[in-house]
Every structure is written in structure tokens, then in C-alpha cells.
Nanobody
Framework: VQLQASGGGLVQAGDSLRLSCAASGRTFSIYGMGWFRQPPGKDREFVAAISWRGGVTVYADSVKGRFTISRDYAKNTLYLQMNSLKPEDTAVYYC???????????????????WGQGTLVTVSS
């Protein structure tokens, strides 16, 4: 599975932004997809994930209530709607996918085998 992320940019605190991630290749085998981010000088961290068919979602506490992960099953596209953005949301955002079935939606980077190239989100104060 190949992933292509897009939608990053420079916004002000309080603004909204929507990231997209287009999947191609063996998309029929996708079990789950997610978003991770890497703030400047920090490690990559989990943001949100979704089971591809069932639509079950999980979120990091830091984004719960502000970010919404969703997918368009027909278009093989993953989205991350980010509202009420804060300067601490500044990071390179990566989409990730897995074709391995698990009983719960994965939220650890090691559980994802496919990664997009990353898109930079900068939130100014």
C-alpha cells in the first residue's frame, strides 16, 4: 500500500485545517489507518487512528474533541480534520496504514507498515 499525504500549511492559532492521505495499491487489504506527528525536536507521536471498514476511531488525549479522523472508503482516502489549532500542534504529520488485523485499532507506530511522506503543519500564535 502506498500513501500520499497532503493539506499541510501555515495557519494561525484557532484556525482549522484538513489533511488528506490517498491510498493506492492493495487498498482492499487495509485494516486500519492512522495519523502520527513529529513536532520539531521531538519524537513521533500518535494522533488518531481508524479501522478502515468499521470506522472505529481512537484519539490521543491531546487532540480529542478538536481533531476528527475519517475515511472515504470509496475513494481510498483518509482525512484528519483539525479544528481549534494550537501552536503545540505544529509538526510534520504522517499518515500510516496497516494490513494486519488486530482486535483493537492500533495506535503504536510499529503496528503500521506503510507510511506517507509527511506534510508540515505550522500553527502561529
Amino acid at each position: 500500500v502506498q500513501l500520499q499525504a497532503s493539506g499541510g500549511g501555515l495557519v494561525q492559532a484557532g484556525d482549522s485545517l484538513r489533511l488528506s492521505c490517498a491510498a493506492s495499491g492493495r487498498t482492499f487489504s487495509i485494516y486500519g489507518m492512522g495519523w502520527f506527528r513529529q513536532p520539531p525536536g521531538k519524537d513521533r507521536e500518535f494522533v488518531a487512528a481508524i479501522s478502515w471498514r468499521g470506522g472505529v476511531t481512537v484519539y490521543a488525549d491531546s487532540v480529542k474533541g478538536r481533531f476528527t479522523i475519517s475515511r472515504d472508503y470509496a475513494k481510498n482516502t483518509l482525512y484528519l480534520q483539525m479544528n481549534s489549532l494550537k501552536p503545540e500542534d505544529t509538526a510534520v504529520y504522517y499518515c500510516a496504514g496497516t494490513t494486519t488485523y488486530r482486535t483493537v485499532v492500533p495506535r503504536v507506530s510499529a503496528d503500521f507498515g506503510s507510511w506517507g511522506q509527511g506534510t508540515l503543519v505550522t500553527v502561529s500564535s
